[in-house]
């Protein structure tokens, strides 16, 4: 079985600071790890993907993440916050040996960037 | 590249009607497709997955139905909607590891 735990319900950054936002993740194999940004009203978008190869993954609007192995995290970070990265962020993870490609989903986390 | 479209954007329903979502992608063939629910803004819960045509898979036991009737689309129904069915719900492709969603349906079931 495959898992994954954001821990923060909200996390809250002043504009221009440095965000990061938490991951933990289980499953029995291999993890592929995903991040994705909903806005109000809208579907989820794609922010970046951990498949293999570097810890660092970078991905759009600036974001990027590091691969942890040894913490199981993945959690996903921006250097300077804009207020207009306010938005619902999801983790989610597949097992390698998901065959049907399915995805946990985190419960996600609101980040709040206030100007 | 790939799109991927659902209608309506917004529906409101009367406890007891039907239901029928739609969801179709662009610019890929054969994609793996599913279909989430989002109830007060936070998780997702899937409900439906679909590896081809006429192939579905149920993750959870409702009163919802999914069908597939071309490569490309993924319709969701119901034939009589309970208050509980309100939510957002969002349809989703993929082919190889990451999933992309479309820009979800809002119902209201009053």
């Known amino acids: 079985a495959q898992s994954v735990a954001q821990p923060e319900d909200q996390v809250n950054v002043a504009e221009g600071n440095p965000l990061t936002v938490k991951c933990t993740y289980s499953?029995?194999?291999?993890?592929?790890l995903f991040w994705y940004v909903q806005y109000p009203n809208r579907g989820l978008q794609f922010l970046l993907k951990?498949?293999?190869?570097?810890?660092l993954v970078k991905g759009s609007y600036g974001f990027e993440a590091e691969f942890n192995k040894s913490q199981t995290s993945f959690h996903l970070k921006k250097p300077s916050a804009l207020v207009s990265d306010s938005a619902l962020y999801f983790c989610a993870v597949r097992d390698l040996s998901n065959a049907g490609n399915m995805l946990t989903f985190g419960g996600g986390t609101r980040l709040m960037v206030k100007p | 590249s790939q799109t991927i479209h659902q209608w309506p954007a917004t529906l409101v329903q009367p406890v007891g009607s039907p239901l029928s979502l739609e969801c179709t992608v662009e610019?890929?063939?054969?994609?793996?497709l599913y279909w989430y629910r989002q109830a007060a803004g936070r998780g997702l819960q899937l409900l439906f997955y679909?590896?081809?045509?006429?192939?579905i898979s149920s993750e959870v036991p409702q009163n919802l139905s999914a069908s597939r009737p071309q490569d490309r689309q993924f319709i969701l129904s119901s034939k009589k909607l309970l208050l509980s069915d309100s939510g957002f719900y969002l349809c989703a492709w993929s082919r190889e590891a990451a999933q992309y969603f479309g820009p979800g349906t809002r119902l209201l079931v009053l």
């Open positions: 610019g890929t063939s054969n994609p793996n």
């Open positions: 499953v029995s194999g291999n993890p592929y």
């Open positions: 951990y498949i293999t190869g570097d810890n």
């Open positions: 679909s590896v081809g045509i006429g192939q």
